[in-house]
C-alpha cells in the first residue's frame, strides 16, 4: 500500500504531459540563465563590466605626500548614459554601490544588467538582470521587475 501512495503522490505531480512540474521549471530555469544580453552570454557581459570596474582605479600619485600602502580608490562604473534609474535599483532590494551596469535587452525586453558584491561571499559579485520599462513611467509609480539574479565568480 505503501508503494501505490508514493507513486501516485509522484505521479499527481504531472501537467497532463507526463513530465514532472518540477522538471520543466527546472528546465525554464535553465533557459532563462542561457538567455542573452544585448546578444551576449550573461557571464561574459559580467566579467567585462569588471573588468572595466578595474581600469577605472585611480593610480597612485607619485608625490612624496601620496607614497603610502594605498593603491587608490576605486569608483564605481557608469556604462552607457547616466546613473541606474531609481526603480531599477529598488527592484534589486540592494542599496549597496553598483560595480557596473549597462542597459541592453534580455528576451526581448530592455533591461538593465546590474553587477553588485555578493553579500556572503567576497569572491563573487552578484548579477541582476532588471525590466528597464519603469525608467519610462513617472517616477515613483512603479519597482522594476527582476528578470534574474545569478552570483558569478569576480575573477
Do not use: W
Not at 24 to 45: L, M, N, T, W
Not at 84 to 96: E, I, Q, S
Request: glycine residues 10%; charged residues 25%; aromatic residues 4%.
Amino acid at each position: 500500500m505503501l508503494g501505490t501512495s508514493l507513486y501516485l503522490s509522484q505521479a499527481g505531480d504531472t501537467a497532463g504531459d507526463g513530465v514532472a512540474n518540477g522538471v520543466r521549471k527546472a528546465d525554464a530555469s535553465s533557459e532563462i540563465a542561457a538567455a542573452p544580453f544585448s546578444g551576449s552570454p550573461v557571464e561574459e557581459r559580467v566579467q567585462d563590466l569588471l573588468v572595466q570596474d578595474r581600469t577605472l582605479r585611480t593610480p597612485q600619485g607619485v608625490s612624496p605626500e601620496s607614497m603610502s600602502s594605498d593603491t587608490g580608490t576605486t569608483a564605481p562604473r557608469r556604462s552607457g548614459e547616466g546613473a541606474v534609474p531609481a526603480c531599477v535599483l529598488a527592484g534589486t532590494g540592494r542599496t549597496d554601490t553598483v560595480l557596473g551596469h549597462e542597459r541592453g535587452e534580455y528576451r526581448g525586453r530592455p533591461a538593465y544588467l546590474l553587477v553588485l558584491p555578493d553579500p556572503a561571499d567576497a569572491a563573487r559579485v552578484q548579477a541582476y538582470v532588471v525590466d528597464a520599462s519603469c525608467a519610462d513611467r513617472p517616477e515613483g509609480e512603479s519597482t522594476a521587475e527582476v528578470l534574474l539574479s545569478k552570483a558569478y565568480p569576480r575573477s
